[in-house]
């Protein structure tokens, strides 16, 4: 079981959804963000006072998957989310431990699908 | 004798500028973080309780009360005695209804001040220092310049809706505070307003609250209050667009936060000329507050590093004083008051120069003098473990907004 964190620009968030769909993968948690990488960071003005490189917004999106899933779904935010420019985003894919569907009480590989 | 006519509308504009406290506390609340939002709005809605008790009780009486020397107006309509509904002598209006109206100009001055220490005042301390202010500081001006018998009066002074009383005093004694108080902690000379909108809807309200504070200065319907009505319009309509020009040629890009804020600064300097000059004197004036706010804020508060936070002095007390000097330039007594320089009459700008700097000194030592008191007294600033945290929960023990629901 793995699960995955990907942070994506805001507006991707559709594309992303749509791919991550195909791939047979419906289930997710997605969280408002603030970020930066090597994007830098937004220059805001307010009475003649700049702030710079202030964080950007982002998207984070949580997917929890199988194994078999993995691939597919990285392929899917990759496809989804990709501009070619920088702040497109990253994955970043950790192991997990466990996973628990509440209602059922199922633990690990069918908790997750 | 009364004049339902002049009444009525005197019964509108005093809810006009009433309205325009509760607003100014939006324009002020967007422009905080999160976190200190409802300390800003608590402060004007107290002031409004407190002033609106204040005035009734002696504010009035010391402010507009029958003359003594020249300097102040004495305990005759304490507890609003001898305060009757038969209009003042040369009014056409209750004299209840002159009385109130008046009151909400005395409850937004100090609620003007509050933008020069957001964020890190104590409001216990806030509260003494307000009480003291507008009984030591703004009812001898409103006297001095209003009052019948009060010696810049006397001298001719002009100032049809309070740009020397109201923003004069309040954006010279933001500044004292200001500077008194001392800079925010951390991140402060520049942190985002956490709700641009809202100030938005506060600067909206304002300019209509406006007509009531400055067209409603003529007392009653005639000729000067529709001038009144139209210049505030025209100046503000100048200022707004004055500042996105120079914001969009200084600062690469037109800001809605500056176009706001040029609207307030072009309504101030409107303010004592409003029933004096022509629609097209107002467009100089909105234009001439607009730009000279613009420099305020722009350069001459980060060259001298004061954290006069919301630009109480730079917008409030730069314009007005523009605007009152503007007066002496522009005035014409086909409008309203007198002639000014324009009109061939250069003594009126002199006597203009006058109440500014009176104005000015008053309020600068008064403010001085309140604050070391009251500081000794109650404490004026924050812990800074306080100011971290944020005023809301600090001082209020709430919060503007939740996380989740």
């Known amino acids: 079981m793995k699960y995955v964190i990907a942070v994506i620009r805001p507006h991707k968030l559709e594309d992303v959804k749509a791919e991550l769909e195909k791939a047979g993968v419906h289930l997710m948690t997605v969280v408002d963000a603030v970020g930066c990488g090597r994007q830098k960071g937004v220059t805001e003005i307010y009475r003649g006072v700049k702030e710079v490189d202030n964080l950007l917004r982002k998207i984070k999106i949580e997917v929890a998957v199988n194994e078999e899933y993995l691939e597919p779904t990285i392929e899917a935010i990759t496809k989804g989310a990709y501009e070619g420019n920088i702040g497109d985003g990253k994955i970043f894919v950790m192991g997990l431990e466990d996973c628990v569907r509440i209602r059922t009480g199922e633990r690990g590989k069918p908790a997750i699908g | 004798m009364v004049n339902y006519t002049d009444t009525v509308w005197m019964l509108i504009a005093t809810a006009l500028v009433m309205l325009m406290t509760p607003t100014l506390a939006f324009f002020y609340g967007g422009l905080v973080r999160k976190k200190n939002v409802l300390s800003v709005l608590m402060q004007s809605m107290i002031i409004l309780s407190i002033i609106s008790l204040q005035w009734v009780l002696f504010g009035y009486s010391l402010a507009f009360g029958p003359d003594i020397g020249g300097v102040i107006g004495g305990l005759d309509f304490v507890g609003l005695a001898n305060v009757t509904m038969k209009p003042l002598e040369g009014q056409t209006i209750p004299h209840q209804l002159f009385m109130m109206f008046q009151m909400m100009f005395a409850v937004i001055t100090p609620a003007l001040i509050v933008g020069a220490f957001v964020e890190r005042i104590k409001f216990s301390g806030f509260i003494l220092f307000t009480l003291l202010w507008s009984t030591l500081i703004y009812d001898p001006m409103a006297h001095w310049v209003w009052g019948s018998g009060g010696w810049l009066a006397d001298l001719g002074a002009l100032d049809f809706a309070g740009g020397t009383v109201i923003h004069i005093t309040a954006g010279v004694s933001a500044l004292v505070f200001a500077l008194m ?56 309509a100048a200022a707004a667009s004055t500042w996105m020009i120079l914001d969009w040629m200084i600062n690469k890009k037109p800001t809605l936060l500056g176009v706001i804020t040029g609207v307030v600064a072009g309504l101030v300097a409107i303010t004592p000329a409003a029933g004096f000059v022509t629609p097209m004197a107002s467009i100089v004036i909105g234009a001439g507050g607009s730009l000279l706010g613009f420099v305020f804020v722009t350069y001459v508060k980060e060259k001298f590093g004061y954290d006069d936070s919301l630009d109480v002095f730079g917008v409030h007390g730069m314009a007005g004083i523009f605007g009152a000097l503007a007066t002496g330039i522009f005035a014409t007594k086909s409008i309203g008051g007198a002639d000014g320089l324009l009109y061939g009459n250069p003594k009126q700008l002199w006597v203009q120069f006058l109440s500014v700097v009176v104005a000015i000194v008053f309020s600068a030592i008064g403010t001085y003098v309140i604050f070391k008191f009251v500081d000794k007294v109650v404490g004026l600033r924050v812990e800074k473990r306080e100011e971290n945290i944020g005023l809301d929960l600090t001082q209020h023990q709430e919060t503007g907004y939740t996380l989740i629901d």
Not at chain 2, 212 to 233: C, E, K, R
């Open chain 2, 181 to 236: 108080l001392g800079k925010r902690c951390g991140g402060g000379m520049g942190s985002s307003p956490h709700n641009l909108p809202f100030s938005v809807l506060g600067a909206g309200f304002l300019w209509f609250g406006w007509f009531g504070f400055n067209a409603g200065s003529a007392l009653g319907v005639g000729n000067q209050t529709i001038s009144a009505f139209l210049n505030t319009n025209t100046a503000a």
